[in-house]
């Protein structure tokens, strides 16, 4: 799945993502974020020719269960999954090169 733009509608449970086979990237962070809004073609540009990358755009904040089993405290945060198991993690990238870096971990 390539770059998807949404936040999911609900965010799946840790138990779903563990078990998820594969890469993935989950991106956590805010609609009205502007930290995430300036990080985001820099997102897009690093997933757009990772067919076999899965995205998962959540949306994060108080009380969301997912993102603070991550413990996740900047937006946006990127965690990078190889078979549910985190290989590599970017806060607030700047630079295309660091997500390119990450993307390297999922090989």
Same mark, same amino acid.
């Given at each position: 799945?390539?770059?998807?733009a949404?936040?999911l509608?609900?965010a799946?449970t840790?138990d779903?993502?563990d ?7 989950l991106e956590?962070?805010?609609p #009205?974020? *502007?930290h ?9 540009e690093? =997933?757009?020719d990772?067919?076999g990358? !899965?995205?998962?755009k ?7 269960p ?6 996740v405290?900047? #937006?946006p *945060?990127?965690?990078?999954?190889k078979?549910g198991?985190?290989v590599?993690? =970017?806060?607030?990238?700047q630079?295309? !090169?660091e ?8 090989a």
């Amino acid at each position: 799945m390539p770059y998807h733009a949404q936040h999911l509608a609900e965010a799946p449970t840790r138990d779903a993502v563990d078990q998820m086979q594969g890469a993935t990237v989950l991106e956590f962070g805010a609609p #009205w974020c *502007t930290h995430c809004q300036r990080a985001q073609p820099l997102i897009e540009e690093a =997933l757009k020719d990772q067919a076999g990358v !899965q995205h998962l755009k959540v949306e994060d904040g108080p009380g969301r269960p997912l993102g603070r089993s991550y413990r996740v405290k900047l #937006w946006p *945060t990127l965690i990078f999954l190889k078979n549910g198991q985190e290989v590599a993690r =970017l806060v607030r990238p700047q630079a295309q !090169q660091e997500l390119t870096d990450a993307m390297r971990a999922l090989a």
